[in-house]
Nanobody
Framework: QVQLVESGGGLVQAGGSLRLSCAAS????????MGWFRQAPGKEREFVAV????????IYTDSVKGRLTISRDNAKNTVYLQMNSLKPEDTAVYYC???????????????????WGQGTQVTVSS
């Protein structure tokens, strides 16, 4: 099991930027693919991005491509989500999650993740 704590959320105007961080503790961080999901009010939690164990493979949902960038620092046990050119529709609670998968794995479904953080609110005003 790995414990995850997100930070970096807040209120930003459309077009602005935020960087989310997710600090992990517990089992070996580099054993996990790490994903970001988000949940807007009244909607299902949806996949945003994933990075494989080494950091060399990254997958994004179409709506964030070119604006959001996922990265990780295995020495610091932290995964990041750099969010640029934010839009009001990006408003949601953002969750990081850990998946014990193969070295090249980039899971994109909620059921593939075993550990979740508590979430951090991102609000983008128009």
């Amino acid at each position: 099991q790995v414990q995850l704590v997100e930070s970096g959320g807040g209120l930003v105007q459309a077009g602005g930027s935020l960087r989310l961080s997710c600090a992990a503790s517990g089992r070996t961080f580099s054993s996990y693919a790490m994903g970001w999901f988000r949940q807007a009010p009244g909607k299902e939690r949806e996949f945003v991005a994933v990075i494989n164990r080494s950091g060399l493979r990254k997958i994004y949902t179409d709506s964030v491509k070119g604006r959001l960038t996922i990265s990780r620092d295995n020495a610091k046990n932290t995964v990041y989500l750099q969010m640029n050119s934010l839009k009001p529709e990006d408003t949601a609670v953002y969750y990081c999650a850990a998946s014990e998968t193969t070295a090249s794995g980039t899971p994109s479904h909620r059921y593939e993740y075993s550990d979740w953080g508590q979430g951090t609110q991102v609000t983008v005003s128009s």
